[in-house]
């Protein structure tokens, strides 16, 4: 990932602005290259989890890995699929973790019942 991101074209095609905003941030480039290579994890469990192509996540704006105080979270909105609007009946749990040179995510994509 850390030779990929020397692309600001790759960066720039696969990564929504929050993503690369919070990868920015961080402090040395082994750190940005953790964080983009755990969103891009994040988007190829979100992919296996909900029966998606890599071409039609990594590419689209509809996306994106957000974080809330250090927790992460999915963003997905309708241009990717409608039912994980609110109230569609899907909701997405993500999990991040890095070491070195490794990332992983766990996506659990949940059926919920709409609400009456």
């Known amino acids: 990932m850390q030779r990929a991101i020397s692309s600001r074209h790759f960066v720039k095609r696969i990564f929504r602005p929050e993503e690369i905003d919070y990868a920015e ?7 940005r290259a953790a964080s983009y290579a755990s969103a891009f994890a994040a988007r190829e469990a979100f992919c296996k989890a909900a029966g998606h192509t ?3 996540v990594a590419l689209s ?3 994106c890995l957000t ?4 927790v992460p979270s999915l963003r997905i909105d309708a241009s990717l699929d409608p039912n994980f609007l609110p109230g569609g009946g899907k909701k ?4 991040l973790s890095h ?3 490794y990332a992983v ?6 059926s919920v019942a709409p609400e009456a």
Request: no cysteine; aromatic share 6%.
């Open 92 to 95: 997405a749990w993500v999990s």
């Open 99 to 101: 070491d070195g040179d």
């Open 54 to 56: 890599i071409a039609a």
């Open 67 to 70: 974080r809330q105080d250090g």
């Open 105 to 110: 995510a766990v996506v659990v994509v949940e």
């Open 61 to 63: 704006s509809g996306f």
């Open 25 to 31: 941030g961080k402090g040395n480039d082994l750190a």
